[in-house]
């Protein structure tokens, strides 16, 4: 899912982490915004979305790659929409109260999580309606895992995981959790990550296996976080208070740290291998930083300029990225030549 604002979710989009000391040699201080480059590759506003549709706001988004159709969510509705300049959103798709969704990009099956079913809707299927996998559960959180397609889905106060088969939407056996109840859960190939209410730390779920283990990391962190996963499973990024760090996965080890004049908000873009950070800057409306993150290092790849009305919030897609605005929502796509 697309990163969702600073809320109990795995970063699509995240979640918000707190920690302990932090080791000196981690230390990165952000750059200065003036007298920096532009980033590379640039990025442009494609589109302009309004902040409500039929009178709901706007408060979730998933991006097909392969039909280019952005789904948008209010808290009645789900809409389908091309990023034309100024999308039109017609008639929703399904006319539900969802609260969560994610994306199988490698099929288009797209589920999601309503206030009493989890269910999906084949959207590269023309005439497809919804199907309900499980009645009478409300999910707050849900992850696709892709190597075993399989949908993952944690339940609010209840200290379980639901597993189901993707495809056929059979009941796996639920996963037992070591604390209250799983949040912010985001797969990335190997690993699903999570949050465990009332324990310290990341736990992630071995997909294969359906076991939960605490995720070794260097430094102690306290949650709840906001959490990125690259999809290719090279890297996390955690940011909280005043910063973000990114960690290579396989390791745990800190690849880089940045420290931020104000809260961060962190968007991946898979296509490019960027990260997007956004924070207050003074004087407004100032930058968002472009990281490439590679095995070693976070090497700093320029600056976008924030339009007058632009927030601090932004969410991952590929190709790009989504950032709240005063009076609505900006879609960025990467220019021309981009390059990773």
């Known amino acids: 899912m697309i990163a969702s604002p600073l809320r109990v979710r795995l970063f699509a989009a995240g979640t918000l982490l707190c920690s302990a000391a932090i080791p000196l040699g981690a230390q990165r201080p952000a750059a200065r915004s003036s007298g920096t480059p532009p980033a590379d590759p640039p990025y442009v506003v494609a589109a302009t979305l309004p902040p409500a549709v039929d009178g709901r706001f706007l408060s979730g988004f998933e991006f097909d790659p392969v039909t280019e159709d952005l789904y948008a969510l209010t808290d009645r509705a789900l809409y389908r929409l091309k990023l034309t300049e100024k999308p039109d959103f017609g008639a929703p798709i ?10 199988d990009r490698r099929d288009g099956r797209l589920f999601y999580a309503t206030e009493d079913e989890i269910g999906y809707l084949d959207v590269r299927t023309p005439g497809a309606r919804p199907v309900t996998v499980q009645a009478d559960v409300s999910a707050i959180s849900l992850a696709y895992a892709q190597e075993t397609g399989e ?18 939407g059979a009941r796996r056996t639920d ?47 306290v949650t709840p976080a906001f959490l990125d996963a690259d999809p290719g499973s090279r890297f996390l990024v955690v940011a909280y208070d005043h910063e973000f760090l990114v960690f290579d996965v396989a390791s745990a ?83 021309a030549g981009a390059s990773r």
């Not at 949908?151 to 056929?168: W, Y």
């Not at 003074?282 to 290092?297: C, E, H, I, L, Q």
């Open 151 to 168: 949908l993952f889905a944690s339940l609010s106060r209840e200290p379980r995981v639901l597993v189901f088969d993707g495809r056929t």
């Open 253 to 335: 080890r800190v690849i880089g740290r940045v420290v931020t004049p104000s809260r961060p908000t962190i968007a991946f873009d898979p296509e490019t291998d960027r990260l997007i950070a956004s924070w207050d800057d003074d004087p407004p409306p100032g930058f968002m930083a472009s990281y490439k993150v590679t095995s070693r290092a976070l090497v700093d790849t320029g600056r976008i300029r924030k339009p007058s009305v632009a927030d601090v919030e932004v969410r991952g897609m590929p190709g790009g990225f989504i950032q709240r605005a005063g009076r609505g929502w900006l879609v960025w796509r990467a220019g």
């Open 94 to 103: 399904v006319d539900k109260v969802i609260w969560r969704m994610t994306l």
């Open 175 to 221: 996963i037992a959790l070591p604390g209250w109840y799983g949040a912010g859960l985001t797969a990335a190939p190997r690993r699903v990550f999570l949050q465990v209410a009332g324990e310290s730390g990341l736990y992630w779920i071995d997909p294969v296996a359906h076991e939960v283990q605490p995720w070794p990391m260097p430094r102690e962190v």
